[in-house]
């Protein structure tokens, strides 16, 4: 089992930054690869960016590319959300997930954290 909590989320006024955190518990050392999905109410979750276990490789959601980026530190077992430039339709929960294959597929993570609201807005 792996646990996973979010923190780091709140309030940002368009064009700010928000840096959001997850940090995993449990069989850490399982080689996963770490995803971050957002969901705003009545719409479906969706993909924002995964990071592969070395960090060697990652992919963001176009609507996200060249603004967020995902970082990891193995050691600590903790996985990060750089947001800049953010907009109103950034307005989400955002979940932390960590699975075995990188995968913009939400089916592909078993281990989800509970989710930590970012709010953007002036």
């Known amino acids: 089992q792996v646990q996973l909590v979010e923190s780091g989320g709140g309030l940002a006024q368009p064009g700010g930054s928000l840096r959001l955190s997850c940090v995993a518990s449990g069989r850490t050392s399982i080689r996963v690869t770490m995803g971050w999905f957002r969901q705003v109410p009545g719409k479906e979750r969706e993909f924002v960016g995964y990071?592969?276990?070395?960090?060697?490789?990652?992919k963001y959601a176009d609507s996200v590319k060249g603004r967020f980026t995902i970082s990891r530190d193995n050691a600590k077992n903790v996985v990060y959300l750089q947001m800049n430039s953010l907009k109103p339709e950034d307005t989400a929960v955002y979940y932390c997930?960590?699975?075995?294959?990188?995968?913009?597929?939400?089916?592909?993570?078993?281990?989800w954290g509970h989710g930590t609201q970012v709010t953007v807005s002036s």
């Open positions: 997930a960590a699975g075995t294959y990188a995968s913009n597929s939400q089916d592909a993570y078993y281990y």
């Open positions: 990071i592969t276990y070395n960090g060697g490789s990652t």
